[in-house]
């Protein structure tokens, strides 16, 4: 595995940042973290790239102990924190060479990154100059000088507009196909972009560790339906597959079932059964951003 955590807390004088979250993460995944702001991933990252200890807990990248060792791990990792600090007066080839010169990497490597990260055309500008897209390019291509296997990016995507957007998402995607990458996000349609697997916090602890397309195949459907009389709960309980009840108001329930079958024709069945008439029905199923939604409300 590239990526193990194993139990990880870390408590911040009472405040319990993150709780017992384990999780691990191989070669060519790219994984989304996600979570509400506050959820603990940065935290998580932080204590996964070294720069913070967790206060319980085991870390291993690519099977260097984290904690005990960091700056041997810390080479197997590239890390794009949060607000992507660079030195925005120096030039953005010049800033890489310094950066190189910290991992000891040659100069025809920072070309080599230059390229893959798309900043040729800007390598000879000053970061100053740059959009805050190409500055993302700027620490993407810093992360990944020394060619580490484990990329680890904390909200890279903030507050880029929709074109750099799609180009930043694409770049990940392109690194993701030879490295390890976790990235994290507050987004869900950021995830079902990039990602191969979700990783869900809230409030510190893990909730869902899935590949999306286990998500995806979530079969619960959700409909609303309105009948023209008044009837009890227990009498909707003899459909099948019902999962869950709730009146709305009057004659109008929200039923959840579970099932891969269309549920709306065996509703009209057991109208037409009961002598009900069906005054509105609605398919409401859900959509990954409704799920997140539900799973981090409360
Ligand atoms: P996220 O990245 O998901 O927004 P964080 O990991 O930044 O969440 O924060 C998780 C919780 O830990 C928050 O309640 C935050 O206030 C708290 N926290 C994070 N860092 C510190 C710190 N250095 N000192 C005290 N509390 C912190």
């Given at each position: 595995?590239?990526?193990?955590?194993?139990?990880?807390?870390?408590?911040?004088?009472?405040?319990?940042?993150?709780?017992?979250?384990?999780?691990?993460?191989?070669?060519?995944?790219?994984?989304?973290?996600?979570?509400?702001?506050?959820?603990?991933?940065?935290?998580?990252?932080?204590?996964?790239?070294?720069?913070?200890?967790?206060?319980?807990?085991?870390?291993?990248?690519?099977?260097?102990?984290?904690?005990?060792?960091?700056?041997?791990?810390?080479?197997?990792?590239?890390?794009?924190?949060?607000?992507?600090?660079?030195?925005?007066?120096?030039?953005?080839?010049?800033?890489?060479?310094?950066?190189?010169?910290?991992?000891?990497?040659?100069?025809?490597?920072?070309?080599?990154?230059?390229?893959?990260?798309?900043?040729?055309?800007?390598?000879?500008?000053?970061?100053?100059?740059?959009?805050?897209?190409?500055?993302?390019?700027?620490?993407?291509?810093?992360?990944?000088?020394?060619?580490?296997?484990?990329?680890?990016?904390?909200?890279?995507?903030?507050?880029?507009?929709?074109?750099?957007?799609?180009?930043?998402?694409?770049?990940?995607?392109?690194?993701?196909?030879?490295?390890?990458?976790?990235?994290?996000?507050?987004?869900?349609?950021?995830?079902?972009?990039?990602?191969?697997?979700?990783?869900?916090?809230?409030?510190?602890?893990?909730?869902?560790?899935?590949?999306?397309?286990?998500?995806?195949?979530?079969?619960?459907?959700?409909i609303k339906v309105a009948f023209d009389y008044k009837i009890e709960?227990?009498f909707l309980m003899r459909l099948p597959n019902v999962?869950?009840?709730?009146?709305?108001?009057?004659n109008?329930w929200?039923i959840?079932f579970?099932s891969?079958e269309d549920m709306r024709p065996k509703l009209f069945d057991f109208a037409q059964e009961y002598e009900l008439k069906i005054l509105e029905l609605n398919s409401?199923?859900?959509?990954?951003?409704?799920?997140?939604?539900?799973?981090?409300?409360?």
């Amino acid at each position: 595995m590239s990526i193990q955590l194993t139990s990880i807390t870390k408590t911040y004088g009472v405040q319990k940042a993150v709780n017992a979250i384990s999780f691990s993460a191989k070669k060519g995944e790219i994984v989304g973290f996600l979570g509400p702001n506050g959820a603990g991933k940065s935290t998580t990252m932080k204590i996964l790239t070294g720069f913070i200890q967790p206060t319980e807990g085991a870390v291993l990248v690519n099977d260097i102990d984290v904690i005990t060792n960091p700056i041997d791990a810390q080479k197997q990792i590239g890390y794009l924190p949060e607000h992507n600090p660079l030195y925005l007066e120096m030039y953005v080839r010049e800033y890489l060479e310094f950066q190189a010169k910290i991992h000891k990497v040659s100069k025809s490597e920072i070309e080599n990154v230059i390229d893959k990260v798309g900043l040729t055309a800007e390598a000879h500008k000053k970061i100053n100059q740059l959009s805050k897209g190409y500055r993302q390019r700027v620490g993407i291509a810093a992360a990944i000088l020394h060619n580490p296997e484990v990329l680890v990016l904390d909200e890279p995507t903030t507050g880029l507009d929709p074109n750099q957007l799609i180009e930043i998402r694409e770049l990940i995607k392109d690194l993701g196909k030879d490295k390890t990458v976790l990235f994290s996000t507050h987004i869900m349609q950021e995830v079902e972009a990039v990602c191969d697997r979700v990783i869900i916090i809230n409030k510190g602890e893990l909730i869902i560790d899935k590949k999306l397309s286990e998500l995806k195949e979530n079969n619960e459907q959700v409909i609303k339906v309105a009948f023209d009389y008044k009837i009890e709960e227990q009498f909707l309980m003899r459909l099948p597959n019902v999962l869950g009840i709730v009146n709305n108001f009057d004659n109008s329930w929200t039923i959840t079932f579970s099932s891969e079958e269309d549920m709306r024709p065996k509703l009209f069945d057991f109208a037409q059964e009961y002598e009900l008439k069906i005054l509105e029905l609605n398919s409401e199923n859900k959509t990954l951003e409704s799920l997140f939604t539900e799973l981090t409300s409360n």
